[in-house]
């Protein structure tokens, strides 16, 4: 009799074991994906706030980034320029998400791929030529672009976080080399993680 309940009791002890450790193992996986999924969900989102470089131009602005299901990255991009009222205004992502000295520490458009400045979608393009958005009676303007040039958080020729959004006193021609002869700065924002 004692040695039945011996192997009984050493039966249950190590079936006990063995319960504890698939929870544990469970348990472990389950949090690796709920951090996984958090740290993925920190990826899927961007965000720029747009201010004013001049102080005889006021003005402001928001550039939203979210990646899509189909690992496009859209753009959706609302400014508010009044003294620009019923014109149009070009905007481009710049190399550097600095906006010192009235925007001019963005530096130059960002281009990763080397290729001449054009219009969105053209033979030739940076990755940093959003375009010209045309502005209302009250200076306010919007655009939505999508793209599979950018992501959020990829690699140095695709990652638009900490670049700057600049928004330019004039329209770009889409011909002129290297910037599309846009103007002044008139407005800078630095794309940052959500």
């Not at 899509?68 to 149009?88: H, I, R, W, Y």
């Not at 010192?100 to 458009?109: E, L, N, Q, R, V």
């Amino acid at each position: 009799m004692k040695k039945t309940l011996n192997w009984l009791s050493l039966f249950l002890l190590l079936g006990t074991a063995a319960a504890c450790t698939n929870r544990n193992n469970n348990t472990e996986s389950q949090d690796s994906t709920m951090i996984t999924e958090s740290m993925d969900s920190d990826a899927l989102t961007a965000h720029a706030d747009i201010s004013a470089t001049k102080s005889d131009t006021s003005g402001s602005g928001s550039a939203e980034f979210i990646k899509k299901d189909d690992g496009t990255v859209e753009l959706s991009l609302n400014v508010n320029f009044p003294s620009m009222a019923n014109k149009s205004v070009a905007v481009h992502l710049h190399e550097h998400g600095d906006c010192g000295d009235a925007g001019k520490g963005a530096h130059g458009h960002w281009n990763p791929t080397n290729e001449a400045h054009g219009k969105w979608g053209s033979a030739a393009f940076h990755s940093g030529d959003i375009g010209n958005v045309e502005l209302d009676a009250q200076g306010s303007g919007s655009i939505t672009l999508s793209s599979d040039r950018w992501t959020i958080g990829g690699d140095e020729k695709t990652n638009i976080l900490g670049r700057a959004v600049i928004v330019h006193s004039g329209v770009d021609d889409y011909t002129s080399q290297p910037a599309g002869n846009a103007g002044s700065r008139i407005g800078c924002g630095v794309i940052s993680g959500n």
